[in-house]
């Protein structure tokens, strides 16, 4: 089987769940499991283990990890000599793809897969691939293999186009995770050197309006302590880092982090909550080595975080900022979101003023001392609707609107002693939101940019209405392409929460215990209980 994580070497092994798959397949005797990246963009692809050529393999699987891999995945298959359409196709290899995008909404590019495989890759996907051995021995027809393929739960295929699929994953009736992703390959050529990825959690409680990654990954679950230190032991890395959302609320952060400090062995983390933040935690963040610090304000001010159920006490975070100074940690990142619906120059003037009190906090965190935060990082990232979220029937904001938007909060942080502004490309964040909500209808686009060399040329040969995918606000009954799955979170109840962005109406976090307000849970009890 050829493993293709479209993207440099890099990137693929500081990617927990392409790793994940390659752990399932090479762990078995059964399998030959090679790896591919997309590092040459020109010769034929071979493989980073023995050298041959992609189109010698049976199954080619892609890790569709970002909307940018589609054209990548077109150029693999065609420097392969593959045809670029499966329904030119007449023989193996067979073409499928795994990964985020396969389950928020992989149809533009599906015209190129056979088949694709919707769900977390721990359930179901060894004995999918099992099945798919069984055919390339037994001779099996292309035809045959894919009708067969078909039937089996999680696969979305060509074949039975009226039929919902719906997402498989790991069920814990406890919230836990039976087993924690973790890195295959600890390299000093990964994008994280030499560090040891772990999953902490998957899912997130908080349900921001924006975020994919809280609904497509519910119910949320973490991952044993006990499990994690197992981890450790058998791998005695230099360098641990911990992947989750929310780390601060898991109730075995803090002696996880002692655990690893009493081994020498060093840890990075993600961005924190504010209100996890406390002097104690600091204070140990510091003193074992750790130099910066990450919060997401997400929107520019409390109206715009509240319209997306971002739950930021700004008290708090200003606490956080001063306690860093005073700490002296050298940087603080904030992230930021622009171009969502309704944002005004209103919010922004909200935001100067913000910053203003960070800065204040900064020094009074300082206090006498030489030195306190040195830096301030500020990014901006662009609002790009995702299928699967509140926001799937909101329009995207203008590329003149986001270059307008980063323009004000670059002058915003110029104004402002030690801090530094970064900013997304509008442009690019356009093109992603035109791949995030598009249908089968965007594959003659992808084919044109693939073979026309970029977007402008793939975009002006193709003459069509961007705007409709990009720009109109969804009516409540419109179908969306990705109807055709079910991730478990009901469309209603995701329409109740846009409804609830534009009232400005916070929604609580998901309970510890469960409950059946979004679908999701009681999708479990009905799984679980064998209903």
Not at 2 to 25: C, D, H, M, N
Not at 44 to 66: H, K, M, Q, T, W
Not at 182 to 187: E, G, K, L, P
Not at 197 to 225: D, K, M, T, V
Request: net charge positive; charged share 25%.
């Amino acid at each position: 089987m050829a493993l293709v994580f479209p993207e440099k070497e890099k990137f693929a092994l500081s990617t927990l769940g392409w790793q994940v798959v390659y752990r399932i397949l090479a762990g078995s005797a059964d399998f030959a499991v090679e790896r591919f990246y997309a590092d040459d963009k020109t010769s034929p692809p071979v493989s980073a283990d023995s050298g041959r050529e992609l189109s010698a393999f049976p199954l080619i699987c892609f890790s569709l990890n970002f909307e940018g891999d589609f054209v990548t995945v077109l150029s693999l298959l065609k420097r392969a000599n593959i045809p670029l359409d499966a329904a030119q196709r007449q023989d193996w290899p067979l073409v499928m793809a795994g990964g985020p995008i396969a389950f928020l909404n992989p149809f533009p590019l599906f015209p190129a897969l056979d088949f694709v495989f919707v769900g977390e890759a721990e359930y179901g996907f060894a004995s999918l691939a099992h099945a798919i051995k069984d055919h390339w021995i037994d001779r099996s027809s292309r035809h045959k293999a894919l009708a067969s393929l078909a039937r089996r739960p999680g696969i979305l295929s060509h074949l039975h186009t009226d039929r919902v699929v719906r997402r498989v994953f790991v069920r814990d009736s406890d919230r836990l995770l039976p087993v924690p992703a973790a890195s295959c390959f600890v390299s000093s050529h990964s994008e994280f050197r030499d560090m040891l990825l772990l999953e902490i959690n998957r899912g997130c409680p908080y349900g921001c309006r924006f975020c994919a990654a809280g609904n497509i990954y519910r119910p949320p679950r973490q991952s044993r302590l006990g499990d994690l230190k197992s981890i450790v032991r058998q791998t005695s890395p230099c360098k641990v880092g911990l992947v989750g959302t929310a780390l601060t609320d898991w109730p075995d952060l803090f002696p996880f982090l002692q655990w690893l400090h009493e081994r020498n062995i060093k840890f990075s983390l993600g961005s924190l909550r504010a209100d996890g933040a406390t002097r104690d935690f600091l204070t140990f963040l510091r003193k074992t080595g750790t130099r910066s610090l990450t919060f997401a304000l997400e929107g520019a001010s409390q109206r715009l975080r509240q319209s997306m159920n971002k739950n930021l006490n700004e008290d708090a975070l200003l606490e956080a900022v001063a306690l860093a100074s005073e700490l002296q940690f050298n940087t603080l990142k904030l992230y930021l979101i622009v171009g969502w619906p309704g944002e005004t120059e209103d919010d922004f003037d909200e935001l100067d003023g913000f910053l203003d009190r960070i800065q204040q906090a900064r020094k009074t965190g300082q206090g006498k001392k030489s030195k306190g935060i040195d830096l301030i990082q500020v990014s901006a990232s662009c609002l790009v609707p995702k299928p699967w979220t509140p926001l799937q029937w909101a329009a995207m904001d203008s590329e003149a609107g986001l270059k307008a938007k980063m323009k004000r909060l670059k002058a915003i942080i110029k104004s402002k002693r030690g801090m530094r502004f970064s900013g997304e490309n509008p442009r690019q964040a356009r093109i992603q939101g035109l791949l995030a909500r598009g249908d089968e209808g965007l594959f003659e686009l992808l084919c044109l940019v693939e073979e026309r060399g970029g977007w402008k040329e793939g975009l002006r040969a193709w003459g069509k209405d961007v705007a409709w995918h990009v720009d109109r606000t969804r009516d409540p009954d419109e179908i969306f392409p990705w109807d055709r799955l079910d991730i478990g979170v009901d469309k209603a109840y995701l329409w109740k929460e846009w409804q609830r962005f534009h009232q400005g109406m916070q929604t609580a976090p998901c309970p510890a215990s469960g409950c059946e307000r979004c679908g999701r849970c009681g999708l479990d009890v009905k799984i679980l209980g064998g209903g």
